[in-house]
């Protein structure tokens, strides 16, 4: 009877912690290769892109979105021709006390958000607010009549 020998490879594992690991690494490659002279990298150049959520309820629809950091002056809401678009700016304060910024992770420019609105959004009692970062928007249901019915007569000729 023959010996046999199985040689097989060492096996290399691709565990999700090497891929974050090469993740960070592309991530920090990418932010030398594409950052300009001030200290800006491309990520801030990019349009701000605020999170948005949408729920009905009976009476309506509630529309929240994060806006940390941004004051009423920056943001402005507009209705027209059943679509509703909210736009705004958040600027990037520079501190001009000597420090330069390494990293910079949080969004600065501007945005524009459109919604088609369905129908039944009462559009004239539509009310914002802006509280601790996050914009409401409450967007009402109109008033349903209540059905009402009748017998129609019949007439012959």
């Given at each position: 009877m023959r010996n046999l020998v199985v040689r097989t490879r060492p096996r290399t594992f691709v565990t999700p912690w090497t891929l974050d690991s090469m993740h960070r690494q592309l991530e920090n490659w990418m932010d030398r290769?594409?950052?300009?002279?001030?200290?800006?990298?491309?990520?801030r150049r990019l349009t701000l892109t605020p999170r948005i959520d949408i729920a009905e309820t009976?009476?309506?629809?509630?529309?929240?979105?994060?806006?940390?950091?941004m004051r009423d002056k920056d943001v402005d809401i507009s209705v027209s021709n059943d679509v509703l678009t909210i736009t705004g700016e958040r600027s990037f304060e520079q501190e001009s006390d000597g420090r330069s910024v390494h990293l910079s992770e949080r969004g600065f420019g501007t945005f524009k958000r459109s919604f088609s609105l369905p129908d039944e959004v009462d559009q004239d009692q539509i009310q914002a607010r802006?509280?601790?970062?996050?914009l409401a928007i409450f967007?009402?249901?109109?008033?349903?009549?209540?059905?009402?019915?009748?017998?129609?007569?019949?007439?012959?000729?």
């Open positions: 290769a594409f950052s300009v002279s001030n200290g800006e990298g491309l990520e009976e009476k309506g629809y509630e529309l929240t979105a994060d806006l940390p950091g802006l509280k601790n970062g996050v967007l009402p249901k109109t008033e349903e009549e209540a059905p009402t019915s009748r017998q129609i007569k019949v007439k012959t000729s």
